[in-house]
């Protein structure tokens, strides 16, 4: 059974960093991309990066390009975002899914979210 | 705003059929690039209903339907029931942005 678990909800301050985590199991974790997506508290969902564990093939939207780093570790078939200064508007559900074909496909399976809140 | 543009709302009543429309551009639907839907019910993650422009994958209804003609695409519901009430996103790839992009969402109300 496919499934993407990711850590737990986080409260920060203003300027901290933080990095999150997504761990797939039931699949070859090597050969799927994995994306993040953004949804800020009543709001829709927004795209931010995927990468292919692989060989660390990393894409990010323009809107997140610079914001946050996006990477992956094979060893323990895991994946991460992270922030090095966190802001206020950075509180929001984030969600890891694996995107099968990459940017331009569906995301298949989706992890259970992790709820950051950032406080100024 | 969202590269997509959907309704932000869309009712019908029980066993009605109502439809989500997804408006995009020359540089994400008006490509050969796919358009998805997902479902998203209160507090739990999205889940995909429909992805390809029109494929069901296992487990959704066949009351749920794609289609995508031009510039746009659309997600049909038919036998409206009140576990239908969700919120719904399309999702393309926009080869401007070189990134995927979702719509706005709409919020289904089955009255």
């Known amino acids: 059974e496919v499934q993407l678990v990711q850590s737990g909800a986080e409260v920060k301050k203003s300027g901290e960093s933080l990095k999150i985590s997504c761990k797939g199991s039931?699949?070859?974790?090597?050969?799927?991309?994995i994306g993040w997506v953004r949804q800020m508290p009543g709001k829709g969902l927004e795209w931010m990066g995927i990468?292919?564990?692989?060989?660390?093939?990393?894409r990010y939207s323009p809107s997140f390009q610079g914001q946050v780093t996006i990477s992956a570790d094979k060893s323990t078939t895991t994946a991460y975002l992270q922030w090095t200064s966190l802001k206020a508007s950075d509180t929001a559900m984030y969600y890891c899914?694996?995107?099968?074909?990459?940017?331009?496909?569906?995301?298949?399976?989706w992890g259970q979210g992790t709820l950051v809140t950032v406080s100024s | 705003q969202s590269v997509l543009t959907q309704p932000p709302s869309v009712s019908g009543a029980p066993g009605q059929r109502v439809t989500i429309s997804c408006t995009g551009s020359?540089?994400?639907?008006?490509?050969?690039?796919?358009v998805h839907w997902y479902q998203q019910l209160p507090g739990t993650a999205p889940k995909y209903v429909i992805y390809?422009?029109?494929y069901r994958p296992s487990g959704v209804p066949d009351r749920f339907s794609g289609s995508k003609s031009g510039t746009s695409a659309s997600l049909a519901i038919t036998g409206l029931q009140a576990e239908d009430e969700a919120d719904y996103y399309c999702?393309?790839?926009?080869?401007?942005?070189?990134?995927?992009?979702f719509g706005g969402g709409t919020k289904l109300t089955v009255l």
């Open positions: 999702q393309s790839y926009d080869t401007s942005l070189s990134a995927s992009v």
């Open positions: 039931g699949y070859s974790f090597n050969s799927f991309w």
């Open positions: 899914a694996r995107q099968e074909g990459g940017p331009t496909s569906t995301f298949d399976y």
């Open positions: 990468i292919y564990p692989g060989d660390s093939d990393t």
């Open positions: 390809g422009n029109n």
């Open positions: 020359s540089s994400n639907i008006g490509t050969s690039h796919d």
